[in-house]
């Protein structure tokens, strides 16, 4: 499978770049792998990309994607998510814009969402701790509007 030109040069340059100090390859199938995460859109799991990966080539085993993720994961192109539902989630790294989560522990559904006023709070209680912050990641955990609504109705599946 060939990447169309021009799509997410930089992330392909970013990746054979760490494959190359690393003694690896880019693989056909380590190429469909990455081309597949970028054009998902959203948070992907190992087993989902394993999925539409094999959608496009039949031969790609999990292990090639779980490896690919992992290596994805340490050269900045993904960021791995645990969400506290048992799987792992991938999203793209490279370029993104910061963001936080909030999830829902009913339906996993989850919000993505960024608040300068809580980045400018951490930034000062790590000032007055002297604490120089690198990076960090916030999930909040609770109940969306729907499942809320269900707690609350009763009813599976009620309409806000």
Do not use: W
């Not at 930034?123 to 960090?136: A, D, M, N, P, Y």
């Amino acid at each position: 499978m060939k990447v169309e030109k021009g799509f997410k040069t930089r992330e392909y340059e970013v990746f054979n770049k760490y494959l190359k100090e690393k003694d690896l390859k880019l693989t056909a199938q380590r190429e469909l792998i990455l081309d597949t995460f970028l054009r998902h859109h959203g948070h992907i799991s190992a087993e989902e990309l394993y999925q539409k990966a094999r959608e496009k080539q039949a031969h790609v085993g999990f292990a090639t994607v779980y490896r690919t993720l992992k290596h994805l994961t340490q050269c900045g192109l993904a960021r791995e998510l645990d969400f506290g539902d048992g799987r792992i989630q991938y999203e793209p790294e490279l370029d993104r814009q910061h963001h936080d989560h909030m999830i829902c522990t009913q339906c996993g559904t989850y919000i993505e969402f960024l608040n300068p006023q809580i980045e400018e709070l951490q930034e000062q209680v790590s000032q007055i701790h002297g604490f120089k912050i690198t990076s960090h990641r916030m999930q909040l955990y609770g109940l969306c509007q729907k499942c809320q609504k269900e707690k609350s109705t009763g009813i599976k599946g009620a309409r806000a």
